[in-house]
């Protein structure tokens, strides 16, 4: 059972940047693919962001192409998304999530990810 855990968000300004990290239990293993998802209140949670890991090609929403950059860390175990420029629509809560192998190529579907952090809250102000 893989825990994450992120860490990172808060509040600021729009036109600021964040660097939100995601901790993993254990060894990310190679396999693996790490995503960053969000949620806006009254919103469904979508895609945001994903690297595979053993490769480290990296996937993003159309939208995020630009202003959001994930990578892994320098720490063991850590993925994470360095946010530019941010908007007050990114304002929501980030998750992390990590996905075994499985036989799906999209990786912002979200039903195929087995395990999920809790979340850091974003705020943008205007």
């Known amino acids: 059972q893989v825990q994450l855990v992120e860490s990172g968000g808060g509040l600021v300004q729009a036109g600021d940047s964040l660097r939100l990290s995601c901790a993993a239990s254990?060894?990310?293993?190679?396999?693996?693919?790490m995503g960053w998802f969000r949620q806006a209140p009254g919103k469904e949670r979508e895609f945001v962001a994903a690297?595979?890991?053993?490769?480290?090609?990296?996937y993003y929403a159309e939208s995020m192409k630009g202003r959001f950059t994930i990578s892994r860390g320098y720490a063991k175990n850590t993925v994470l998304m360095q946010m530019n420029t941010l908007k007050p629509e990114d304002t929501a809560v980030y998750y992390c999530?990590?996905?075994?192998?499985?036989?799906?190529?999209?990786?912002?579907?979200?039903?195929?990810?087995?395990?999920w952090g809790q979340g850091t809250q974003v705020t943008v102000s205007a």
């Open positions: 690297i595979n890991w053993s490769g480290g090609r990296t």
């Open positions: 999530a990590a996905r075994a192998p499985n036989s799906y190529s999209d990786y912002a579907l979200i039903g195929t990810y087995d395990y």
């Open positions: 254990e060894r990310i293993v190679s396999s693996y693919v």
